[in-house]
């Protein structure tokens, strides 16, 4: 029931674009983004949850293609702030509610 | 106060021993958790309080023993744990249990757990 996301891991320079997928095989209900910087919390970024959903948040911007069953995190114009591991995760309710976390995407933002 | 707060930050503890892990939130939610988490890898699901009562238990073995207190607090005791248990344990809370909508989580900083 993990998603699964691509890529591993991203080097940008500043001001690039980034797309981070994350998939699953499963009927997805909704997805989370979270971002974590290496030694902190993850921190939540958006949570999508219709089919066709796009949602923004300053330049990251994420989308959500239900039949597809996958959504896409864009970071558009990066900057060295948007380094960390960022994660994915898909939520349900099973008498309590569970979000599941991708494997991470590693992404460094270099000047 | 949007705060998770976790202590302690760092614990070493052997094998034999007893220790607790606590965390506390003071922002209404009614539903807590605890991840565990391994350098490189994601957050993974251990236990989901709801309303202070247990409702999920990712078959997590026994020497991992989960406790809410009350609507704010959470803790973890631990005992006779072995040093593949050695991770980051992060506490979130959430708004409500039910629901994709309500399903945001906030974490507190994490408990880096040594085990000798």
């Known amino acids: 029931q993990q998603p699964v996301q691509s890529p591993q891991a991203v080097i940008l320079r500043e001001g690039e674009d980034a797309v981070i997928n994350c998939s699953s095989s499963?009927?997805?209900?909704?997805v989370h983004w979270y971002r974590q910087k290496h030694g902190e919390a993850p921190v939540f970024l958006m949570i999508l949850l219709k089919g066709g959903e796009q949602k923004g948040h300053d330049k990251i911007s994420a989308s959500f293609n239900e039949k597809k069953q996958q959504s896409s995190l864009y970071l558009t114009a990066s900057q060295l702030s948007y380094s960390g591991t960022y994660f994915c995760g898909t939520g349900f309710y099973t008498g309590g509610f569970k979000t599941i976390f991708g494997a991470g995407t590693r992404l460094f933002v270099k000047a | 106060d949007t705060e998770v707060t976790q202590t302690p930050k760092h614990l070493v503890m052997g094998m034999t021993n007893k220790k607790s892990l606590k965390c506390e939130q003071h922002m209404g939610h009614r539903a807590m958790y605890w991840y565990k988490q391994k350098a490189k890898k994601p957050p993974e699901l251990m236990f989901v309080?709801?309303?202070?009562?247990?409702?999920i238990n990712e078959s997590v073995p026994s020497r991992f023993s989960p406790e809410c207190p009350n609507s704010s607090l959470l803790n973890l005791h631990l005992h006779a744990l072995q040093p593949e248990d050695s991770a980051l344990y992060l506490c979130a809370s959430s708004q409500e249990p039910a629901g994709p909508s309500t399903g945001e989580l906030f974490f507190g900083e994490g408990s880096r757990l040594t085990v000798l």
């Open positions: 309080y709801s309303y202070e009562k247990l409702s």
């Open positions: 499963k009927a997805l209900y909704s």
